[in-house]
């Protein structure tokens, strides 16, 4: 009986330690509002290009509309700014001022009419969101390591 309750006290042990590396290892960037519309001005529904997204779940490959930005530059903990490539996996935490938090994947983020834009779902993607940008205090990036990439 004791052999079997250290065994499940080891179990968890090891299930907390790799729940704690899973939470830590994504590293989250900030990017000031102001910072945000300059390096998006580009980012018009216009603009949008078609892409094809690969779907770890099912077999087929997920369709869905893309910004043109190729990088964001953000600033780590310490104020050093980086420079993210756009992937499908880089996802925006975005707070308002009321502490209210959203998430968008970078990739399907627009800038319209001082106005932040974006898909809130790689499955559901009727599931967007809209935020007047003078309303947001807050902007943080990162990698969610999630297995998308572009196919095309």
């Known amino acids: ?35 945000f519309r300059e390096q998006m001005i580009k980012a018009k529904s216009e603009n949008m290009t078609e892409v094809e997204i690969n779907n770890p779940l099912f077999y087929r490959n997920i369709r869905c509309s893309s910004n043109n930005i190729d990088q964001l530059i953000v600033k780590d903990k310490t104020g050093n700014k980086i420079c993210m490539n756009n992937s499908p996996s880089i996802e925006l935490r975005v707070t308002y001022r009321n502490g209210k938090k959203f998430h968008f994947y970078f990739d399907t983020v627009i800038l319209e009419n001082d106005t932040l834009k974006g898909g809130r779902s790689r499955f559901a993607q009727n599931l967007t969101q809209s935020i007047p940008l003078d309303s947001i205090v807050k902007i943080e990036v990162q990698d969610g390591g999630k297995n998308f990439n572009y196919q095309n």
């Open 1 to 35: 009986m004791k052999k079997r309750n250290l065994d499940k006290k080891i179990r968890a042990k090891i299930v907390g330690i790799g729940f704690l590396l899973l939470v830590f290892s994504c590293r989250t960037y900030t990017i000031s509002t102001s910072s």
